[in-house]
């Protein structure tokens, strides 16, 4: 679920011919996936021995815990895992059905996937092929002679996704939602997060990360004294970018993050930049303004393109080339990448199968075109139907509550519910799926397609600047197991993906539905008056619509939020970062008072439903419900991580923090003072 100028999610979440005198590759081998069951809710997830009031994620989902290490080919697992990988069974048969069709006309979207699942599968000719996919790149680097030579080559790079320096994107313009904008954001690191080069508690990991590069470089063909001097000069100055980049948290906040410039300011503030041959290479030639970020990071930015010398900005630029690259080559890079980037830092101890990765790869390059095929295949109309029957449900409770609540003055409520009246919602997949037919895929080429596929969408989107938003466009592609909500669109997204069990599923009562699918729903629409959303006028524009004093009692009891959320301990001395998450704790909280009172009424309308299934109550199905779309175990290494980069809270503390300030639980599993897992009223936090 996507955030803010980003979209708010719900979990957690980027030629040559063939060698003489061979043929070119059979199609892959090996068997398709074995037809595996959608992760559902269950009953045997369950330890009943522990009670609800003591521990309730355990209640829930113990068992399920207990018998679920994390498999070795990842570094966490639980339900939305699990859901993708019963995608991706699903996937790799489509996959392998394009890959050995043998009528594919010229411009399918069946030929376009086979060809790229074709490339990315042919191992032996990646070997073959060694760094030759990288030759022209390198040959362009090695023709930098000057620091305008240097910032034209980097817009090169962007135009292919190949990061460095700083992250651009074009998206609506905050604060004139109808026009796409361009952004200027900070960026230029390897690792996961400023803290990984600037905190004592990360030291070991930046000792392993240049030993890492060291290997990459000598990979490359560089001698051992080159490559430590070189590792040296990267890991100076992606640290010298990281001290002036902003915390996660601090990113958070819209309105600080967001500074429209004249072009004629931007040339001035960061002439050592190059400004104008950067967006002249870019092809962003249609705006009068760009929209900086972080105007602190470009400043320190501009200062060390004039001290650096232009070496080490060109062992800078390769070694970005190599780090983005490497997934897409030969084994031992590739392998090598693996080794830190997921061993070191996320503990995982093998890859997955090569076919995952390769229907990965396709999912984040050709999206709408797998995408495509996976609806085509997976993705029944039914289940529209049935959503949009559930989103009513949830509005209308939603609406009763803008209606309704006590602490918000009228002016506030009025200007709410005009938001809330133009709110909208899109279910499975785009309308019209995006026309690709020009980009060109080649079986013998994986970086190759992986960087064309690249540039087709960058330009794509350079061609729209200044331009009217499409209202029709996703974020997120078919397959994703995910939602978000989008603040400049002011609408929930709910992808294909995400719409079977544990989440959705037609055959189940609705207690549990309203508990997963319910809460995603009431999650995303919260999201629209989190500590950020709540910023978005009714026409997805950053704008302060809150009277003063509302705007206090929203941050009175949002403050309530991070400190609650703030003594959560996942190990000794590592907690929730409280501040962090508080805009994903406010939605699970929100979405899931919403999604209750939206059961409730469901079955007020039909009492025939309020019964006992297999000893539980309906109440009770929905708390459990909840709880299982939560189930997750993860390596030490990734929870830490994400501890520090994302701004959702751990698996358990969702659960335990949304559960522990529902009266409606306590109510549910008859959970009095004294058990563990008591709130007292007057401590339980309630903002929508």
Not at 125 to 152: G, K
Not at 202 to 208: D, G, H, I, L, V
Request: net charge positive; hydrophobic share 40%; glycine share 6%.
């Amino acid at each position: 679920m996507v955030a803010g100028t980003r979209a708010h999610p719900v979990s957690r979440s980027r030629s040559k011919q063939e060698p003489s005198g061979r043929r070119p590759p059979p199609s892959p081998g090996g068997r398709i996936s074995p037809e595996i069951t959608a992760p559902g809710f269950s009953l045997d997830y369950m330890a009943p021995s522990v009670r609800p009031g003591e521990d309730f994620y355990r209640y829930a989902v113990g068992e399920w815990i207990r018998k679920n290490p994390v498999p070795a080919d990842k570094s966490r697992w639980g339900a939305f895992e699990e859901l993708v990988q019963y995608n991706y069974a699903r996937i790799h048969r489509l996959l392998e059905n394009a890959a050995n069709s043998q009528k594919k006309a010229s411009n399918s979207v069946a030929r376009e996937v086979g060809e790229f699942y074709l490339s990315a599968m042919n191992t032996a000719r990646l070997n073959h092929l060694q760094l030759m996919p990288l030759a022209a790149d390198l040959a362009r680097l090695d023709l930098v002679r000057s620091t305008e030579d240097f910032v034209q080559l980097i817009a090169e790079f962007h135009r292919k996704e190949i990061p460095g320096l700083f992250e651009t994107r074009v998206y609506p313009d905050k604060k004139n939602s109808g026009f796409y904008a361009f952004y200027v954001e900070q960026g230029g690191l390897s690792l996961p997060d400023r803290e990984y080069y600037l905190a004592a508690s990360f030291a070991r990991q930046r000792t392993a990360y240049e030993r890492h590069v060291i290997r990459m470089l000598g990979l490359v063909g560089r001698t051992l004294g080159r490559a430590r001097r070189e590792a040296s000069v990267i890991l100076r100055i992606e640290t010298k970018l990281a001290s002036s980049s902003r915390s996660r948290t601090a990113l958070r906040d819209e309105e600080k993050n967001y500074h429209k410039i004249p072009l004629r300011e931007l040339y001035a503030r960061y002439p050592a930049t190059r400004w104008k041959r950067y967006l002249a290479t870019r092809g962003v030639t249609n705006v009068s303004n760009v929209i900086v970020g972080q105007p602190e990071f470009l400043k320190t930015l501009d200062r060390c393109l004039g001290s650096f010398p232009l070496s080490d900005w060109k062992a800078y630029a390769e070694w970005q080339l190599v780090h983005s690259s490497a997934p897409f080559l030969h084994d031992a890079l590739e392998r090598e990448h693996f080794r830190f980037f997921h061993t070191v830092l996320l503990g995982q101890e093998k890859p997955e199968p090569r076919w995952k990765r390769a229907a990965r790869a396709a999912d984040q390059a050709i999206g709408d075109a797998l995408g495509r095929l996976f609806v085509e295949s997976y993705f029944p109309a039914r289940s529209t139907t049935r959503m949009r029957e559930l989103i009513a449900d949830l509005r209308n409770v939603f609406r009763r509550r803008l209606n309704n609540l006590a602490w918000m003055t009228e002016a506030t409520r009025r200007r709410a519910l005009a938001k809330f009246q133009r709110f909208t919602a899109k279910i499975g997949h785009p309308r019209h799926f995006r026309d690709d037919s020009a980009l060109v895929i080649n079986r013998g080429d994986y970086l190759g397609n992986i960087r064309r596929a690249a540039e087709f969408e960058t330009q794509r989107k350079i061609d729209r600047l200044g331009g009217p938003v499409d209202p029709d466009e996703w974020r997120m592609t078919p397959p994703m197991v995910n939602a978000y909500f989008d603040s400049t669109q002011n609408e929930i997204v709910f992808p294909a993906g995400i719409l079977q069990p544990p989440f959705f599923d037609p055959e189940m009562d609705d207690a549990v539905n309203y508990g997963a699918i319910g809460l995603v729903i009431g999650h995303e629409i919260t999201h629209g008056y989190d500590d950020q959303g709540r910023r978005y006028d009714e026409r997805g524009n950053l704008r302060d619509w809150w009277t003063p004093q509302d705007a206090h009692e929203f941050r009175r009891r949002a403050a309530r939020v991070i400190g609650q959320y703030n003594g959560f301990q996942v190990s000794p001395g590592a907690h929730v970062n409280g501040a962090l998450t508080l805009g994903e704790n406010i939605a699970d909280l929100g979405g899931l008072s919403i999604a209750f009172e939206a059961l409730q009424r469901r079955l007020a309308k039909n009492p025939d439903r309020r019964k006992k299934i297999d000893g539980l109550s309906p109440e009770q199905r929905f708390f459990v419900s909840y709880a299982q779309i939560w189930r997750e175990t993860a390596r030490p290494e990734d929870i830490r991580r994400l501890l520090t980069v994302d701004e959702h809270a751990p698996a358990k503390f969702r659960v335990i923090g949304a559960v522990s300030n529902a009266t409606p639980f306590f109510e549910a599993f008859d959970i009095r003072e004294g058990a563990p897992m008591w709130r007292s009223p007057g401590a339980r936090v309630a903002i929508w």
